[in-house]
């Protein structure tokens, strides 16, 4: 006599009620296995129960599994811009910390829209990530509110955001205005006295913080911040805005400022392209020291920010109960691209 198939040998996905019946205990039991209950199985039905889902194939709903558990196995990490180095090194950190406990990394792009912000973050609500990391730098005018992520943490999962607390939610600061103060003294210590600076709408804090921090450096001891071209953090918004200060006129000597690499080498482009030379004419620096900073000819001054580190210690944020902040060491790394300026 041949015993029954099994819903899995009809060709369609085992249930857990395949799960259990083939192990022989009771569906409460099995759900209390594989699907990460806090309750305690005698070690002889888990036995049973795991190697049932074994030969049958079972795979856990993650669903049941977040609402047993209270939070599910997974990372929420929200980025303004997945093309975007800055946010692909911070993304590479965080998953080395996942990787590390065994946790899954799940990326949304909220394209620095608030609204977009929102709806995401409460989107999420409902499939109970034990971490919710906000990594896009945040504006005047807030997306997810204090309300939201209090409503967020209320269902078991931790917010960490970067750079602003906005409902006591633990936070990863890069010192933005200090790493680019550091910058403007050292420019101003090669000779520079004149500079342009390529940043971000009014009201972006990241964009603000290095503006600010640069223009206190680079004015300290007598350089001038001549004007600033507002646009965003791509690279075309950076060759469109140093296009429009070559269009109203770049004397040489001056120092190009852009507020993260990207743009910086966005800009780069532009000065090709208007037929002037990078260097002794118009010098570029940057911010951030992604890879393609070294790639491109000169290679770029910029400040080294440790971005794999800050999505690492985002991380930790998010699951160590005791965790603290760690400083980040941010250096200002001179290249070919600010040669310097003869007294």
């Known amino acids: ?8 040998g009809l060709g369609s996905a085992p ?10 205990v009771s569906l409460a039991t099995a759900s209390r296995v594989l699907n990460g ?4 199985v005698a070690g002889s039905f888990r036995e049973r129960v795991e190697g049932a889902a074994e030969k049958l194939g079972y795979t856990a709903n993650a669903s049941a599994q977040a609402t047993a ?5 997974v990372i929420a990490l929200l980025v303004a811009d997945i093309a975007d180095p800055y946010f692909g090194l911070i993304a590479s950190g965080v998953a ?13 792009v909220t394209e620095r829209d ?9 989107t999420l609500r409902g499939q109970r990530p034990r971490g919710l990391i906000l990594a896009a730098s945040r504006g005047g005018e807030e997306g997810a509110t204090a309300e939201d992520l209090r409503a967020f943490e209320a269902l078991g999962g931790r917010v960490v955001t970067f750079g602003s607390n906005i409902a006591g939610e633990r936070t990863v600061r890069i010192d933005n205005a200090h790493g680019a103060r550091m910058l403007g003294e050292r420019m101003a210590a090669l000779g520079y006295r004149s500079a342009i600076a390529l940043a971000a709408a009014e009201g972006v804090l990241t964009s603000d913080d290095r503006v600010a921090g640069f223009t206190a450096g680079f004015t300290a001891t007598g350089g001038v911040v001549e004007r600033i071209e507002r646009g965003d953090f791509q690279r075309e918004s950076g060759y469109e805005s140093m296009a429009r200060a070559l269009r109203a006129g770049v004397a040489p000597g001056t120092l190009i400022f852009g507020i993260s690499d990207v743009i910086a080498i966005g800009a780069m482009s532009a000065v090709r392209d208007a037929g002037r030379e990078i260097g002794e004419d118009i010098a570029v620096c940057g911010f951030d020291d992604v890879p393609s900073s070294v790639d491109v000819t ?3 001054t910029t400040v080294r920010v440790p971005l794999s580190d800050v999505g690492y210690q985002a991380f930790r944020a998010t699951v160590d109960d005791d965790w603290s902040a760690e400083p980040l060491l941010l250096q200002v790394i001179v290249r070919e691209s600010t040669p310097g300026r003869v007294a």
């Open 1 to 8: 006599m041949t015993s029954q198939p099994t819903r899995a």
């Open 15 to 24: 249930t857990l009620q395949d799960v259990a019946r083939e192990a022989g």
């Open 37 to 40: 209950s806090t309750r305690k």
């Open 69 to 73: 558990r209270g939070t599910s196995a």
């Open 96 to 108: 080395r910390g996942a990787d590390e406990r065994g946790l899954i990394v799940t990326i949304a």
């Open 114 to 122: 608030p609204s977009r912000e929102r709806e995401i973050v409460r």
């Open 298 to 300: 000169p290679r770029l």
